[in-house]
């Protein structure tokens, strides 16, 4: 569940900082060359990560999203390849 505030700062502007919470509920497996399935120690638990929107919209139908996003809290072990130090995004939105 991501937990976010939309904060209107212009007319055709909004910053919306966020908070998302993702619990990893039991320890990841992989299977071994020899057909075994094993335990990943470490690879349960919480990461909490810290978000980031700038919303502009250029005409009702046309707008740009700056997205940001850091951990703040991180797993032991991360196999799932969720090991950015940050991620960014700029995204182009167009409504029919």
């Known amino acids: 569940m991501r937990l976010a505030y939309p904060i209107h700062l212009m007319n055709k502007l909004v910053l919306t900082p966020a908070i998302l919470p993702i619990y990893h509920f039991a320890n990841d ?6 057909g075994n399935s094993l335990e990943i120690e470490g690879s349960k638990g919480l990461t909490l990560n810290g978000n980031l929107f700038i919303d502009y919209e250029l005409h009702p139908r046309h707008a740009f999203q700056l ?6 809290v991180v797993r032991d072990i991360r196999p799932d390849g969720l090991t950015r130090k940050y991620v960014a995004n700029l995204e182009y939105a167009m409504r029919f």
């Open 29 to 34: 497996e992989y299977t071994n060359a020899f």
């Open 67 to 72: 997205s940001a996003g850091i951990p703040f």
